[in-house]
């Protein structure tokens, strides 16, 4: 089942621009995994942020996680336009590995 | 080696062949995954292979079936597909909860 949900779907930005994802799940987590998929590819694994975490920083990547709010941010410092691609959270409940994931986000970054 | 491997990249079948798709690999993960993703969705689990066992199997029609011959590889034999199974097909593998992915078998069933 697909419990994390991504806000805004579409994004498309200026090189040098930060870019920032929003997700929201539904259910208890063990954590919250960010992956990027560029078109018609494989996915890539960006970032894990536990449930005891709050914010986690990735080299241009910074994730918070609000558990009480059930949500996430991921944001893109200064942009490239290698940068364009879809990108999922997804979250791994307790007791297994399953992912679920949200339904993605496309960011276009221009040059 | 650090990476899945997955072929054909390209697959084109009709509704009455029988094809395979290969996944490999060599990271000693033992937990194994077939997705099928439509453009512009996220990937849908379809099965889950834990220690060469099937743990998981996501209410798949029987036209799809996998196999796990070993630790390192994963097949998903087709057979009588529908046009609507037309899809991105994506293996996976975990030791942790972090899933490293291939790069997908594009299949369009004709």
New interface residues.
């Given amino acids: 089942s697909?419990q994390g949900e991504e806000d805004p779907q579409a994004l498309s930005i200026q090189e040098g621009e930060n870019a920032t994802m929003n997700c929201s799940y539904k259910t208890s987590i063990?954590?919250l995994?960010w992956?990027r998929q560029n078109s018609?590819?494989?996915?890539?694994?960006l970032i894990?942020i536990r449930s005891n975490e709050r914010e986690k920083h990735s080299g241009r990547l910074r994730v918070t996680l609000d558990t009480s709010k059930k949500s996430s941010s991921l944001l893109i410092t200064a942009s490239r336009a290698a940068d364009t691609a879809s990108y999922?959270c997804a979250t791994?409940s307790r007791g297994n590995?399953?992912?679920a994931?949200?339904?993605?986000n496309?960011v276009v970054v221009i040059p | 080696d650090t990476e899945v491997t997955q072929t054909p990249k390209h697959l084109v079948m009709g509704m009455t062949n029988k094809k395979s798709l290969k996944c490999e690999q060599h990271m000693g993960h033992r937990a194994m995954y077939w997705y099928k993703q439509k453009a512009k969705k996220p990937p849908e689990l379809m099965f889950v292979y834990s220690y060469e066992k099937l743990s998981i199997n996501e209410s798949v029609p029987s036209r799809f079936s996998p196999e796990c011959p070993n630790s390192s590889l994963l097949n998903l034999h087709l057979h009588a597909l529908q046009p609507e199974d037309s899809a991105l097909y994506l293996c996976a593998s975990s030791l942790s909860q972090v899933q490293f992915f291939g790069p997908g078998t594009r299949l369009t069933v004709l």
């Fill in positions: 697909q063990n954590n995994q992956y018609g590819r494989g996915l890539v694994h894990l999922f791994v590995n399953r992912l994931f949200g339904k993605g496309q």
